[in-house]
Structure formats: C-alpha cells, structure tokens
C-alpha cells in the first residue's frame, strides 16, 4: 500500500462516505448499498478501490461479504498528519494569545 493509493482512494467523496460507515462497524455490500444511495456496481467498484488501497478488509459470511476497516493504514496517515496538527495547533495558540492581550488593553 503505498501512500498516494491512500490519499487516491480517500480523495473521492463516496469512498469517504463509506469509509465513515465502516468505521461504525463492519458492513455487508448490501448495507453500504442501502446508506448510501448508490447502485451495487457503483459501491462494488468504490469498495475495490478502497481494498486495493488497504483501506478496508473483506470476509464472507454465507452468501454475503462484509467489509470492514483496517486500522493501520489510517494511522499512518494519522502518523503523516501529526506534524501539520502540532503546526496548526502552536498557530492557533500563538493566535489565541495575542486575542488574550488585545482583549486585556481595551
């Protein structure tokens, strides 16, 4: 799995769609179907993306497969993201600070 198949897959606004109901809990295709609002060809495809990605794992149960997250893929984007969190996060601080002195001089 590399990192610009991740950031491919969850690029699309369907697959994050699915990848929100997923991380409820696993889902059948069915289901996926039904939350969604696309056809089953349609979300077929999406969830093959998001399989060769590593994004989500698939088992059969019966006649049915369910599809279910995979975690580690998503924390190490979670992982990649941590410096632009702490960036952001001192910025904002810087930001409410001087907020804090402005309001203190009036």
Do not use: F
């Not at 289901?31 to 794992?57: D, F, M, W, Y």
């Not at 019966?62 to 993201?81: E, F, G, S």
């Amino acid at each position: 799995m590399s990192d610009a198949a991740l950031w491919s897959a969850l690029a699309d606004p369907h697959r994050r769609a699915i990848v929100a109901l997923l991380l409820e809990r696993p889902r059948s295709v069915g289901e996926i179907v039904e939350a969604c609002g696309l056809s089953q060809p349609s979300t077929s495809k999406h969830l093959k993306v998001l399989r060769e990605a590593g994004l989500v794992r698939v088992r059969q149960d019966a006649q049915r497969r369910v599809y279910a997250l995979d975690p580690a893929p998503i924390a190490a984007l979670d992982a990649w993201l941590e410096p632009y969190r702490r960036l952001w996060n001192s910025r904002l601080d810087a930001l409410g600070r001087r907020l804090d002195e402005t309001s203190d001089d009036t």
